[in-house]
């Protein structure tokens, strides 16, 4: 009410908010970070065109892994679970995320698929996204590390062409180099094109067929795992210092 | 194409503000977009104006206001020019970039409280 007049009348306020659009996203995304690292699981999101070879990686990450690693994932996908079902029998548990007409994956899709998953007792947990180059780069998952998978097909000049996907990336894997002799494609300039777009240009070439830079991934992921907070014993029961996983 | 999604929870974060002021209308809504935000203003737009009708926004205006991605060396301060590689060389340091630049933030919302 208007207080000088008492006339009824309302005031016009403008409220100052400076705050994220995505704060809603950003905060489930906070909570699946804190259950992943309480229980010492490494969570990467897995990003890049649908065929860039994010499936293929994963498949060639549990041959490379020779059951040193307990793996897991979830993978988004409008409208099948194909992608799962390969990573099952891959050795790798899955859970599609069926998006529909969602182009990415949110924090809350991601929390809502851990239910009965048993996601606590992996040392690997691949998140991998829907196939897109634009869409789920905004979207903060709860991952430790955001990599993305661009295929040396794909052309030269993806990089300058979806820089907030790229920007957004840990590491960037060039795939299915195995087929570089067959196309005119000039791998220096996808780097050059990477170090314009990412300040901290981290990239592996490689091969989910030859294997070519297995190697290198699978170091990489070591040095992810040996960066993750100690785990605290047992971290499930009660008193164990955090709320189980509901 | 995700605008629809953020349009959705820019209303339901106004719908909070309006029940919690019980505001009785919404003039405007001022939303800054990042050139690195992900999102495109235009579509934003389109979203945004499909999306209000029956919602607290329906008579808001939206206003956009567009940062540019800007890049400096957090070392000696150079500003790297759009499209060079993201380093100082001389320093030898990653680039930075300038707050705002990869963000999407719904800045203000004037609304008519009693």
Request: charge should be neutral.
């Given at each position: 009410m208007c207080t000088t007049c008492g006339c009824g009348d309302t005031h016009l306020v403008p409220v100052e908010l400076h705050e994220k659009i995505l704060a809603g996203n950003d905060r489930v995304a906070t909570h699946n970070r804190e259950h992943f690292t309480a229980a010492g699981v490494l969570a990467l999101n897995v990003m890049g065109s649908p065929g860039a070879g994010k499936t293929a990686l994963l498949e060639a990450t549990a041959r490379a892994s020779g059951g040193r690693w307990r793996m897991g994932a979830v993978s988004g996908d409008l409208a099948t679970d194909r992608d799962a079902r390969r990573l099952e029998k891959a050795g790798i548990p899955s859970r599609a995320?069926?998006?529909?007409?969602?182009c990415h994956l949110d924090a809350t899709l991601v929390h809502d698929a851990l239910h009965g998953f048993p996601w606590e007792e992996l040392d690997l947990f691949f998140i991998e996204n829907v196939g897109n180059l634009v869409c789920p780069a905004i979207y903060d998952l709860g991952q430790a590390a955001n990599v993305v998978a661009l295929s040396v097909t794909e052309g030269e000049d993806k990089p300058l062409k979806y820089p907030v996907m790229f920007q957004a990336a840990d590491l960037v894997l060039l795939t299915k180099c195995d087929l570089l002799p067959h196309l005119e494609v000039d791998v220096e300039q996808i780097r050059d094109g990477l170090r314009r777009v990412m300040p901290h240009p981290e990239v592996i070439l490689l091969s989910a067929k030859t294997g070519e830079g297995i190697p290198a991934w699978v170091a990489w992921l070591e040095a992810r795992r040996a960066a993750l907070p100690r785990r605290h014993g047992h971290t499930h029961g009660p008193g164990g210092g955090h709320h189980h996983h509901h | 194409m995700h605008e629809y999604s953020l349009v959705q929870s820019l209303v339901d974060r106004v719908e909070t503000l309006v029940r919690e002021r019980s505001a009785t209308a919404v003039h405007r809504v001022v939303v800054s977009v990042g050139e690195l935000a992900g999102v495109d203003p235009g579509l934003f737009r389109t979203a945004y104006e499909t999306f209000r009708d029956g919602t607290v926004c329906e008579r808001a205006a939206l206003e956009l206001r567009t940062v540019p991605a800007s890049w400096a060396c957090p070392a000696c301060g150079r500003s790297i020019p759009p499209g060079e590689v993201l380093a100082c060389s001389p320093c030898g340091v990653p680039a930075r970039l300038a707050a705002g630049g990869d963000a999407l933030l719904l800045e203000t919302v004037e609304m008519e409280v009693p």
């Open positions: 995320i069926t998006t529909g007409q969602g | -």
